[in-house]
């Protein structure tokens, strides 16, 4: 259209139908000169209501000189309005593609998304995968009590009796210190070679197991020998359940010793470091070796637990909370004279990662004072156990108590809350090197189905606080065939790189006996587990035809997601399981909530609901309508949902019946394949193919030119019948082809995309292909190949109209670089087909505006222009208001996308701030638009983000309290032999890891590159258009001077077109409002705990048995090592260590940990 004329005071002309034709870009007006503008005071703002002001208030410098009214401001929002929708209407070619779409109607048809249907079918296939591992995992159980029973234990077995492979030999046979230490080991370890796997991405031995032993357990000891010796049978079963289910990945036994056999064999991953992996502490087999539990750890801060013995009291409960799950609840105290919580956690709490670390963070800042008290301790425990009224596990309960040593056995406490039934075990644990007498606590522990440990020394810590697992697997022991029931674990990182697993774990239990007529044992022999990787069961589940907004997912009896298009965690750690609930897997409301409680409590259902959803890129908010359908996955313990857009209703499948008769002609053959080789994009325009898996033998590439290359290779081999390939995706992709050059054909091809400051036209579409139009602008196109990956295309299928997205800018970044003349604004709509009824948007299109070219013509629709080549300048006399042209040095104009950030202005220095969140470019215009509802805030947490380590703080310290030996112990045999010698190798051993006891790793200090990405918390901020939808005046108040805007929505747009003065006042810049991502350390723990989000346990509890036999309660001390191996170990120790500078500790506390 041509620019309405109007003079100053005349009336505005009616709306015209076209759009604007502008001149190309070297031919565009002068930019206005620059002028300085001298503002007087306006004590008026301060007496006059906002809307009665704004006809009275003038331009500074011309009384008549006036802020635009209301009208004309509505008005030049109505002429980009039309500007807008006429280029979209001449360019964009909606209804031409929807007259495409019908003309080859032949060529498709559309098929229904019955969801009730679909997410059966999908739960029922998970059912039949997961039981396929089930009936697998049985027989490895079955199998190896078996073998256990007709095991001889030999007493004299020697290391080169057993042959096996040991799957860190090789990593140890590198490493000469270790050869030396372990040679007599080496002589009985299998070398393998190995073939690479994609499955287990790893290379593997299909007729071996593999063994991975703890580094602190001794593999030469009588123990280990006989573990190794039976297990060794496991091997032909492992391999006969591969043969009958060749899909199944690690096969895993984990023994209550330690050892860890697997199938197929493959190098352990050892770290750089000492590798402390025990499958004891793993989730899985936590998980599998007993019930759900209840704990309550006490800890003895009285003023004789101090130096070393605190010190060895804190790491002890660290390690302690990490022997927990999900399915555990636990609350840890201190007590001298009274108890108190050492968190603001007031009761039992879900031993969740951020409970967890609560508590690990408190733990430290404990301090010794006063003295023991006991009876306090466990009076506070027994009423935190018993109290009824919150979330708990209600299956074992247990009390930890960690102290130096006491005389005080607290019968009466013991009568009162715990006897005659017992049903709290009590365990107990001295600390410490000291002389006390320990019979106190071995009573307490013998008389309370608990049993007494010691933990000398650091090196004893991890053994003796996981070793109460034995005693809590009894009853299940007792219970027999009762407890073999197979459970699946949270989602979890497998510790040999298959990536995020879930695993099925079951029971082995021991079913010797020691004699004819003797009890039956009530040993845990160990776990066994089979994994199933994440992405084996999202295969299973429908991909494309659910459209760029439709999925699946599934979530646990905890509420934490197995499967969800938003579980990406950014970095994981082997030791804590994965754990995002579906609540912050989406945006919380309480409609989510219900549907989480009933997918928990395993029921179906089907709802409704309107809700809000962050873009792709989480930058915006939508408030969308969406379906969803939930089913139960029978035999597990996961429940399965469907989501789907009411426009997903319907898709469609190509059918090429009519060219496939020529079935033995490749596919390249086929009508319209001709429009995806390259040599037709200059002409047709350059076509990105969604980087899918189309045939199995295709060659994936990030490279989007050399995955095409790849694509049309495969193509000039493959019939349309291939069983390699995946019809759906192949045809559709080929029909796609031919439907967008068509697209071309009829729209793009004759049109001057200069003449309108276009840079491109562009359309995408579900079969996964991106046509953009001049070929050459394809060389600046930065939108992802995948369209159910591209922000534009998902946020366009959810919005009416068209939306707008500007280049993305991070405020940390130098500004847009506008040389180069590429820089350019995406305007982008759903094409919505209607065919017999049935609705659904199967493509999107769009153009891409030249940013300086739009900037200028936004100005001319912004103005009070007579002509488009000459703007009228009102003078002093002329009673005008000012507009966005010619008074923009007084005025500012801008657009404003739907999340906040700039899209364009009249300033010519802001225009490399396109794309900016507004308050980075005027920040208390920015909070005025969000004070007066124009924006909405929603704040919500990323738990999945990885963030780089803090740099540790090199604090000077005095060296730690460790006992070090003088020559006259060295001399002496009977000190090599003594518990002082084993307690400094494990210090040695163990300070490797636990650095921070000795000093700050220099490395670390450096940027050592095997310091990696943590796992941390982000706030996420992002703004959404609010309430108000009509135009709207308002005053900036600033006390001595204020700033008069106007805003208002732009129809069928996602803008906010917005009209101020340029601020002039210094206070008025106060507060700024934040978009960008920040670290955070999520919502207050103590807060959340105060309304846990609904969760069910397991439906099994076994923590009674009325046979247990408790007369095995405790031990006064470890079984000592080989002499041998102790000297060697010693020895090497000493030689090999370096000179140590001055003990330093880390400015972090956790760094303990």
């Known amino acids: 259209m041509a620019v309405p004329a109007r003079t100053c005071g005349a009336s505005r002309p009616g709306p015209a139908r076209t759009a604007l034709r502008w001149p190309a870009r070297g031919s565009r007006p002068g930019l206005s000169a620059r002028r300085p503008a001298a503002r007087p005071p306006r004590p008026l703002s301060l007496l006059l209501p906002p809307l009665l002001l704004l006809p009275l208030l003038a331009a500074p410098g011309a009384s008549a000189y006036s802020f635009p009214q209301q009208h004309t401001m509505q008005h030049w929002a109505r002429r980009l309005e039309q500007e807008i929708d006429g280029v979209m209407r001449i360019f964009g070619g909606v209804q031409q593609l929807r007259e495409i779409y019908k003309d080859n109607r032949n060529l498709f048809e559309v098929q229904e998304n019955e969801p009730q249907k679909l997410v059966k079918k999908v739960a029922g296939d998970i059912e039949s995968l997961l039981d396929?591992?089930?009936?697998?995992?049985?027989?490895?159980?079955?199998?190896?009590?078996?073998?256990?029973?007709?095991?001889?234990?030999?007493?004299?077995?020697?290391?080169?009796?057993?042959?096996?492979?040991?799957?860190?030999?090789?990593?140890?046979?590198?490493?000469?210190?270790?050869?030396?230490?372990?040679?007599?080991?080496?002589?009985?370890?299998?070398?393998?070679?190995?073939?690479?796997?994609?499955?287990?991405?790893?290379?593997?031995?299909?007729?071996?197991?593999?063994?991975?032993?703890?580094?602190?357990?001794?593999?030469?000891?009588?123990?280990?020998?006989?573990?190794?010796?039976?297990?060794?049978?496991?091997?032909?079963?492992?391999?006969?359940n591969r043969r009958q289910d060749p899909t199944l990945l690690w096969q895993v036994f984990g023994s209550a010793t330690g050892v860890t056999r697997y199938y197929p064999a493959t190098p352990w991953r050892a770290p750089k470091k000492i590798d402390l992996y025990d499958v004891r502490r793993r989730p899985w087999y936590i998980q599998g070796a007993s019930s759900p539990k209840d704990m309550v750890i006490i800890v003895d801060v009285s003023g004789s637990v101090s130096g070393l013995t605190l010190k060895l009291m804190k790491t002890s409960v660290c390690e302690m909370l990490d022997t927990l799950s999900d399915d555990d609840y636990v609350n840890v105290a201190s007590f001298n004279e009274k108890a108190q919580p050492v968190s603001c956690f007031t009761h039992l709490v879900q031993a969740n990662v951020r409970n967890k670390k609560v508590f690990k963070q408190a733990v430290q800042g404990m301090v010794a004072k006063g003295t023991?008290?006991?009876?306090?301790?466990?009076?506070?425990?027994?009423?935190?156990?018993?109290?009824?009224?919150?979330?708990?596990?209600?299956?074992?309960?247990?009390?930890?108590?960690?102290?130096?040593?006491?005389?005080?056995?607290?019968?009466?406490?013991?009568?009162?809350?715990?006897?005659?039934?017992?049903?709290?075990?009590?365990?107990?644990?001295?600390?410490?090197?000291?002389?006390y007498d320990v019979t106190p606590l071995q009573w307490m522990a013998c008389t309370n189905k608990?049993?007494?440990?010691?933990?000398?020394?650091?090196?004893?810590?991890?053994?003796?606080?996981?070793?109460?697992?034995?005693?809590?697997?009894?009853?299940?022991?007792?219970?027999?065939?009762?407890?073999?029931?197979?459970?699946?674990?949270?989602?979890?990182?497998?510790?040999?790189?298959?990536?995020?697993?879930?695993?099925?774990?079951?029971?082995?239990?021991?079913?010797?006996?020691?004699?004819?007529?003797?009890?039956?044992?009530?040993?845990?022999?160990?776990?066994?587990?089979?994994?199933?990787?994440?992405?084996?069961?999202?295969?299973?589940?429908?991909?494309?035809?659910?459209?760029?907004?439709?999925?699946?997912?599934?979530?646990d009896l905890n509420g934490y997601v197995l499967l969800h298009p938003n579980l990406k965690p950014q970095t994981t750690n082997f030791r804590e399981p994965v754990t995002l609930d579906f609540l912050d897997a989406e945006l919380e409301d309480e409609n989510k909530e219900e549907i989480?409680?009933?997918?928990?409590?395993?029921?179906?259902?089907?709802?409704?609901?309107?809700?809000?959803?962050?873009?792709?890129?989480?930058?915006?908010?939508?408030?969308?309508?969406?379906?969803?359908?939930?089913?139960?996955?029978?035999?597990?313990?996961?429940?399965?949902?469907?989501?789907?857009?009411?426009?997903?209703?319907?898709?469609?499948?190509?059918?090429?019946?009519?060219?496939?008769?020529?079935?033995?002609?490749?596919?390249?053959?086929?009508?319209?394949?001709?429009?995806?080789?390259?040599?037709?994009?200059?002409?047709?325009?350059?076509?990105?193919?969604?980087?899918?898996?189309?045939?199995?033998?295709?060659?994936?590439?990030?490279?989007?030119?050399?995955?095409?290359?790849?694509?049309?290779?495969l193509m000039e081999k493959v019939t349309p019948d291939s069983k390699q390939c995946n019809n759906f995706l192949l045809h559709n992709l080929i029909l796609d082809t031919g439907i967008t050059q068509q697209l071309v054909e009829r729209v793009w091809r004759d049109q001057d995309l200069n003449t309108y400051s276009l840079l491109a036209v562009f359309a995408a579409t579900d079969g996964g292909i991106t046509r953009v139009f001049p070929n050459k602008a394809a060389e600046d196109w930065t939108e992802t190949p995948e369209p159910f990956n591209a922000s534009f295309y998902r946020r366009s299928l959810d919005n009416h109209g068209y939306v707008f997205k500007p280049p993305q800018q991070d405020a940390r970044l130098r500004p847009l670089e506008l040389e180069n003349d590429t820089v350019g604004i995406l305007i982008s709509t759903a094409v919505e087909l209607s065919l017999g009824g049935r609705t659904l948007r199967p493509a999107v299109v769009g153009v891409k505006l030249d940013l300086e070219a739009w900037a200028e013509k936004f100005k001319v629709l912004a103005s009070n222009r007579t002509h488009q080549d000459q703007p009228q300048k009102c003078g002093p006399n002329s009673h005008c208001e000012m507009d966005c042209e010619v008074n923009d040095e007084d005025l500012l104009c801008v657009l404003i996308d739907d999340g906040g950030f700039l899209v364009l202005s009249n300033q010519n220095h802001q225009w490399d701030q396109v794309g900016r969140f507004f308050s980075e470019v005027d920040a208390n215009l920015m909070l005025a638009l969000y004070n007066n509802s124009f924006y909405t805030r929603k704040e919500s947490y990323d738990y999945q983000a990885a963030c780089a380590p803090l740099p540790p703080g090199n604090l000077g310290?005095?060296?730690?309290?460790?006992?070090?030996?003088?020559?006259?112990?060295?001399?002496?045999?009977?000190?090599?032999?003594?518990?002082?010698?084993?307690?400094?190798?494990?210090?040695?051993?163990?300070?490797?890891?636990?650095?921070?006891?000795?000093?700050?790793?220099?490395?670390?200090?450096?940027?050592?590159?095997?310091?990696?990405?943590?796992?941390?918390?982000?706030?996420?901020?992002?703004?959404?258009?609010?309430?108000?939808?009509a135009s709207y005046n308002a005053i900036i108040d600033c006390g001595n001077c204020s700033r008069l805007f106007h805003a208002q929505r732009l129809t069928n747009t996602n803008l906010l077109f917005v009209v101020a003065e340029k601020p002039l006042c210094s206070q008025c810049e106060a507060g700024r409002l934040l978009q960008k991502e920040?670290?955070?350390?999520?919502?207050?723990?103590?807060?959340?705990?105060?309304?846990?989000?609904?969760?069910?346990?397991?439906?099994?509890?076994?923590?009674?048995n009325a046979t247990e036999d408790t007369s095995d309660c405790g031990r006064g001390a470890s079984f000592p090592p080989s002499l041998g191996v102790l000297v060697s170990l010693q020895l090497l120790l000493l030689l090999s260590l370096p000179p140590r500078p001055q003990p330093q500790v880390h400015a972090h506390p956790s760094r303990r940990l």
């Open 132 to 240: 396929r591992k089930v009936q697998a995992l049985k027989r490895l159980a079955d199998a190896a009590e078996n073998f256990q029973k007709a095991h001889r234990w030999q007493d004299n077995i020697k290391e080169e009796d057993i042959v096996y492979y040991d799957a860190k030999a090789d990593a140890e046979l590198d490493d000469p210190e270790s050869e030396d230490v372990e040679r007599g080991s080496k002589a009985s370890t299998l070398r393998l070679d190995f073939i690479e796997d994609s499955n287990f991405k790893n290379k593997v031995n299909y007729s071996y197991t593999a063994v991975q032993i703890p580094t602190d357990i001794y593999k030469g000891s009588t123990v280990i020998l006989n573990e190794l010796n039976w297990t060794e049978a496991l091997e032909n079963v492992f391999i006969e």
């Open 372 to 435: 023991t008290g006991y009876k306090a301790g466990f009076e506070y425990a027994f009423d935190q156990l018993q109290n009824s009224n919150i979330t708990r596990a209600n299956c074992n309960k247990m009390i930890m108590m960690f102290t130096d040593g006491g005389e005080d056995r607290v019968q009466d406490v013991f009568e009162k809350y715990n006897w005659p039934n017992r049903t709290v075990r009590v365990f107990t644990f001295s600390v410490g090197q000291h002389n």
């Open 450 to 555: 608990g049993y007494y440990f010691e933990i000398p020394s650091i090196g004893a810590i991890r053994i003796n606080t996981q070793e109460y697992l034995d005693v809590l697997g009894r009853p299940m022991v007792l219970a027999g065939k009762e407890a073999k029931q197979v459970q699946w674990t949270n989602v979890y990182e497998d510790a040999l790189g298959l990536g995020l697993v879930v695993t099925g774990t079951l029971p082995v239990f021991n079913l010797t006996q020691d004699g004819p007529g003797e009890k039956k044992n009530q040993l845990i022999l160990g776990v066994m587990g089979i994994d199933v990787a994440l992405n084996d069961i999202k295969r299973l589940t429908p991909n494309y035809t659910l459209g760029a907004n439709g999925y699946v997912f599934a979530i």
């Open 596 to 713: 989480r409680r009933s997918m928990i409590d395993g029921n179906k259902g089907h709802k409704q609901i309107r809700t809000l959803v962050k873009s792709l890129d989480e930058r915006y908010i939508d408030e969308v309508m969406r379906n969803y359908t939930w089913v139960p996955i029978r035999s597990t313990n996961y429940s399965l949902g469907l989501v789907l857009p009411p426009y997903s209703a319907f898709y469609l499948q190509a059918n090429l019946s009519d060219q496939i008769l020529q079935v033995k002609l490749p596919i390249s053959k086929l009508k319209d394949f001709e429009f995806l080789l390259p040599s037709s994009f200059e002409s047709e325009g350059h076509v990105f193919i969604a980087p899918r898996e189309y045939c199995k033998e295709l060659n994936a590439s990030d490279n989007n030119t050399e995955f095409l290359k790849n694509f049309i290779e």
């Open 957 to 1029: 310290a005095a060296p730690r309290g460790i006992f070090v030996p003088t020559i006259a112990d060295f001399l002496n045999l009977a000190w090599w032999t003594s518990a002082a010698a084993w307690s400094l190798f494990q210090q040695l051993l163990y300070g490797l890891i636990y650095h921070s006891w000795f000093q700050a790793d220099p490395a670390e200090a450096e940027g050592n590159p095997e310091v990696r990405e943590s796992s941390c918390v982000m706030k996420q901020t992002q703004y959404y258009f609010g309430s108000v939808n």
């Open 1078 to 1104: 920040t670290h955070s350390d999520g919502p207050e723990q103590c807060e959340l705990v105060q309304r846990p989000r609904y969760r069910r346990g397991p439906h099994i509890c076994f923590d009674y």
